[in-house]
């Protein structure tokens, strides 16, 4: 069965970190740009980070860039969002997806995804920051 699998989801302080994992089933993450969303309760999906095919571009979106790492693991054929210095803010369903093509930037893809399209999608993690 062709899907993602996510898990790392959970409750955590302001400042505390988290790793959420998504593994594909089914068909290969090699060539596939990959990236992290998330939605906010009454707020649209926004993209965070973003991993080019090659791996060679990623993109943060302002509010994570320097908390948040995208990585990958073709071994285990397995996707990483680090999550560090967690805030309140960062509450939200996140979401992993992978694109068979890459698009003209890493940036557009996270940015503009909704008009791109991606192949497949994870279910949702709830990520909960309070104290």
């Known amino acids: 069965q062709v899907q993602l699998v996510v898990s790392g989801g959970g409750s955590v302080q302001p400042g505390g970190t988290l790793r959420l994992s998504c593994t594909a089933t089914?068909?290969?993450?090699?060539?596939?740009?990959v990236g992290w969303f998330r939605q906010a309760s009454g707020k649209e999906r926004e993209g965070v980070s973003c991993?080019?095919?090659?791996?060679?571009?990623?993109y943060h979106a302002d509010r994570v860039k320097g908390r948040f790492t995208i990585s990958r693991d073709k071994n285990k054929n397995t996707m990483y969002l680090q999550m560090n210095h967690l805030q309140p803010e960062d509450t939200a369903q996140y979401y992993c997806?992978?694109?068979?093509?890459?698009?003209?930037?890493?940036?557009?893809?996270?940015?503009?995804?909704?008009?791109?399209?991606?192949?497949?999608w994870g279910e949702g993690t709830l990520v909960t920051v309070s104290s």
């Open positions: 997806a992978a694109r068979r093509w890459d698009t003209p930037t890493i940036q557009s893809m996270c940015l503009r995804h909704f008009d791109y399209g991606m192949d497949y």
């Open positions: 991993l080019s095919s090659s791996d060679d571009r990623t």
């Open positions: 089914g068909f290969s993450l090699d060539n596939y740009a």
